[in-house]
């Protein structure tokens, strides 16, 4: 199992030698998907694949969450990820 820490004091970020394997792996497939699509314009399902396990491996080693703001939105940092204030103003009036 990878592990990564965040320093709440620092900010320093630390990950062990077995996430870094995994992300250093992921990169040379997508340095292979993409020298494929530049030199053949194609890509194969199983490049597909390997872009999205990079997706989840940064996710979970880099510790990236959705935005509380917005699910479909932008990722942010965990420890950046607060909901944004709420609107002032006068509510609006129900429909009936």
Not at 29 to 55: F, G, H, V, Y
Not at 60 to 85: C, H, I, M
């Amino acid at each position: 199992m990878t592990e990564s820490h965040l320093s709440p004091t620092t900010g320093d970020f630390t990950i062990d030698a077995a996430a870094r394997r995994e992300l250093l792996d992921s990169y040379n497939e997508l340095r292979t998907a993409l020298q494929t699509l530049w030199e053949c314009n194609d890509l194969w399902i199983s490049d597909l694949r390997n872009m999205e396990t990079l997706m989840h491996r940064m996710q979970d080693t880099l510790q990236f969450q959705r935005s509380e703001d917005n699910g479909y939105g932008k990722w942010v940092l965990a420890e950046e990820n607060e909901p944004a204030p709420k609107k002032r103003g006068r509510p609006k009036k129900n429909g009936g």
